[in-house]
Structure formats: C-alpha cells, structure tokens
C-alpha cells in the first residue's frame, strides 16, 4: 500500500484549520492536526478526517503544542516526523486575535508581544524547521511538484483596523515571510504560498457577526456573502495537487473579492 502525503497543519483543531485538514482527508493525505489547548477539539477534528479519510493508509494524529514556545514547537515538529516518518507539506494556519480590541493609542506591548509571537514568530520558524528538514531530504516529496509550505494570512495584511493593529502586523509580517520562504526555497524543490482569507464564518469572527452581515449586505464583499473554511480548504488542497506547477511565492485571494477596487 503507497504511503500517502503528510501534511502539518496548525491550528487544525477548529475553524479554518479544521476545514483544511478536512479537505486533506478527502483528498488522500494524512494530517498532522496540531493544537494549542483544546484537546477535545482536535481529537474531533481526527475523528472528522478519519470518517473522511479516501484510504486506509491515511492516519491522522493530534499533536499539541504553543507556537510561541519554542522548546514546544521543537516538540511537536519531531512528534510529526516521528510518527510519520516523513513531512511533505506544511499549512501555517494557526491565528489568534487580540484578547481585547483596542485603539492604537490604547495597544499594550503584552498584546502586541503574543498576537506577533504566535501569528508570525510561531510560524517563521516552524517554517525553518520545515525547510531544514527538505533541505537535507531533496527530492523526496510525495506531492506533484515537490514539497509544499502554505501561509495562511488574511485581508488584515494589507486591510488596516486601527483598533487590532497587532493582528494586522502580524498579517503584513506573515505575508513578507511567504516571500522570503519562497525566494529562498523556489530552487530547492519547495514551493510556498500565500493563500489570504477575506471575512471567514469562524470562532474568531463569532463576537462581531453581527456587523459584518449587515457589511456584507452592504456590499462589502462582492460575493455577498461569508467565507467557510471549504473556500480555504479547497485553495489549499489545489496547491497541494500541483496545480500550480510554474509558480511560487503567489497570494491566493479567498475573499469572495474582497480586494478588488472600486468607485
């Protein structure tokens, strides 16, 4: 029986994540669902993909861990590898906002410190470890074109909210490390993407709901209506099939156009 792909998701026990990991089950991967705190969450976002899973050979494990420590990032890194033998791909998706909305004048360093520590910090260098591993095992990935290291962003990279400017930072940061992983690894076998969510149906956005459909209805978003994390499910599995065999260090929008000027 051929070993599927295995890919590492952050962030995986709900929202977003749970929606990629999901879709990697249908597709054929195993899943490395990593979490921070919420163990019956991610041990229901196994048994979601498990329920899911296109092969027998797939398997899918939580792994825990603070993405702002490294000694715990270290941890369930080698956890991964360990179980799996193997990492074709990572999904940096794992995001938190602000305890507290507050004006910029207002911002405390400790909010600033732990949204910055845990959206870019946490990521960057899980991605290094990534990237350290495909280094020194060329050519080995499973996946069409070689392995895959996905950034999951938001519109708040380049969107300013002046009461989260923490977030926003974080955001804008994890965009230019999208470019740096991938100039860095783009002759290396490694493709990197940047796939960048508009307004998202999450846990997350679950305070202000209310607002953003009355936006939403409004014209806010062209598509009229919320991002579900099947939208950012399906973007991530198409770079993980190779579909975009010539291209890397590319911003995929998922925001129902959200970007798009106009008068």
Request: contains cysteine.
């Amino acid at each position: 029986m051929n070993q599927p792909p295995v890919i590492l998701i952050t962030g995986a026990s709900r929202g977003l994540g749970r929606g990629i990991a999901q879709q990697c089950a249908r597709t054929g991967f195993s899943v490395a669902v990593h979490f921070s705190g919420n163990e019956a969450a991610a041990n229901e976002t196994v048994a979601l993909c498990q329920s899911q899973a296109k092969d027998a050979a797939q398997k899918f494990i939580p792994v825990r861990g603070n993405l702002n420590d490294a000694a715990q990032r270290k941890s369930f890194f080698e956890q991964t590898l360990a179980t799996f033998g193997r990492l074709d791909a990572l999904v940096n998706n794992a995001g938190m906002a602000p305890r507290q909305r507050t004006d910029l004048t207002e911002m405390a360093e400790e909010s600033y410190d732990e949204v910055m520590g845990v959206n870019l910090k946490g990521p960057f260098f899980l991605s290094q470890m990534a990237a350290r591993y495909w280094l020194a095992h060329p050519n080995q990935s499973l996946l069409a074109g070689g392995y895959k290291l996905i950034f999951i962003t938001s519109v708040s990279a380049d969107t300013a909210s002046v009461n989260r400017g923490e977030y926003c930072l974080s955001k804008a940061g994890l965009a230019m490390a999208a470019q740096l992983w991938a100039a860095r690894l783009a002759n290396h076998g490694a493709q990197v993407f940047e796939i960048r969510p508009g307004i998202m149906a999450t846990d997350m956005t679950a305070g202000v709901k209310e607002k953003y459909d009355r936006l939403i209805a409004e014209g806010l978003v062209p598509q009229m209506r919320w991002g579900r994390p099947e939208d950012v499910g399906l973007a991530v599995e198409a770079v993980l099939q190779g579909r975009f065999p010539y291209s890397t260090g590319n911003v995929i929008q998922v925001d129902g156009g959200f970007h798009l000027r106009r008068l």
